[in-house]
């Protein structure tokens, strides 16, 4: 079945230092979603990337979509840490059941301050 | 407006009774998500419902696992003859379309089978 895997497992930065997390499908997906979940907390949407190549910003968070669409990374620019959580990516098959989510093991971000 | 419910938050059971965790999604929404996450692992998608059916159930791991959602809104994940692997954080979420739309993630229940 569909895998999706993440690197790296964790990272552990100094405030305001940049942090990127990169995300791979085993298949070509139909759209990327982000998520973050904070310690004790459940999983929040960020973003959703559906076009190839796609690239989208919010604030100091930048977010690729391959252009195989196998393929996402999430950019932190200058952490703080407010970003202290595990970010985890997920996605459908592309032709599939577009509801159907497979997420990632997730990033566990931790920042010094 | 109010979120995704769950309850209950925390749930202790012996090993072989039957638990029912419960999920209030966000009114409106016509897609309901069950996941299940384990420690250091993402969510697991478990079932789908769109409106009352259950559209998808391939991810309930055996027939020890049911759920239902009889009037298109609340869902009951039932799980009888709990064995210690179930133990895990029960994830409710909704969309208010299905595919391609942000799901809202409920605060889960922590399910701990002794």
């Known amino acids: 079945g569909q895998q999706v895997m993440q690197i790296p497992q964790y990272q552990h930065v100094q405030e305001g230092e940049d942090f990127t997390t990169y995300c791979n499908s085993s298949t070509t997906l139909s759209n990327i979603q982000w998520y973050k979940q904070r310690p004790g907390g459940h999983p929040v949407f960020l973003i959703q990337l559906v076009k190839s190549g796609e690239v989208k910003k919010q604030k100091r968070l930048t977010f690729q979509f391959g252009e195989a669409k196998k393929n996402s990374s999430l950019h932190i620019t200058a952490t703080q840490t407010t970003d202290v959580g595990t970010y985890f990516c997920a996605g459908p098959p592309s032709g599939g059941s577009n509801y159907k989510l497979t997420f990632g093991k997730g990033t566990l971000l931790t920042v010094n301050p | 407006g109010a979120g995704v419910s769950q309850t209950p938050s925390n749930k202790v059971t012996e090993k072989g009774k039957y638990v029912e965790l419960r999920c209030d999604p966000i009114s409106g929404h016509t897609a309901l998500y069950w996941y299940r996450q384990s420690l250091g692992q993402g969510p697991e998608f478990l079932i789908y419902?769109?409106?009352?059916?259950?559209?998808?159930d391939s991810g309930l791991p055996n027939d020890r696992f049911f759920a239902v959602r009889p009037e298109g809104s609340v869902s009951t994940l039932k799980i009888q003859r709990t064995e210690r692997g179930d133990s895990a954080v029960y994830l409710c979420a909704s969309s208010l379309f299905p595919g391609g739309y942000e799901q809202y993630f409920g605060p889960g229940t922590r399910l701990t089978v002794t």
């Open positions: 419902f769109q409106g009352t059916g259950a559209a998808d």
